[in-house]
């Protein structure tokens, strides 16, 4: 079992930047992914971004280079780093990790960042 914890969500400015940050509690195992997935209203979550242990990371085209994901594996941590915020980046974020085994997916509770214009 696995719980998560996302922080540091709120209201930002356009063009300003955010760091979200996910503690993970339970077993992590070496090939599960830790992710970050967003749902705007009305619309269906989709996937931010996603690594590996190994260092492989995986973006969604629409925040490729202005986002960064990155894991601390020894504190169990997962982080996402926004810049250039746009308001369509407005949405609940929530962390995910996906177990390599199973397939089996665990989500926090999300955390709401909103871009104004």
């Known amino acids: 079992q696995v719980q998560l914890v996302e922080s540091g969500g709120g209201l930002v400015q356009a063009g300003g930047s955010l760091r979200l940050s996910c503690a993970a509690s339970?077993?992590?195992?070496?090939?599960?992914?830790m992710g970050w997935y967003r749902q705007a209203p009305g619309k269906q979550r989709e996937l931010v971004a996603a690594?590996?242990?190994?260092?492989?990371?995986n973006y969604s085209d629409s925040v490729k280079g202005r986002f960064t994901i990155s894991r601390d594996d020894a504190k169990n941590m997962v982080y996402l780093q926004m810049t250039s915020l746009k308001p369509e980046d407005t949405a609940v974020y929530y962390c995910?990790?996906?177990?390599?085994?199973?397939?089996?997916?665990?989500w926090g509770k999300g955390t709401l960042v909103t871009v104004s214009s």
């Open positions: 339970g077993i992590i195992f070496s090939r599960d992914v």
């Open positions: 690594a590996d242990r190994g260092g492989s990371t």
């Open positions: 995910n990790v996906r177990r390599a085994i199973s397939s089996m997916d665990y």
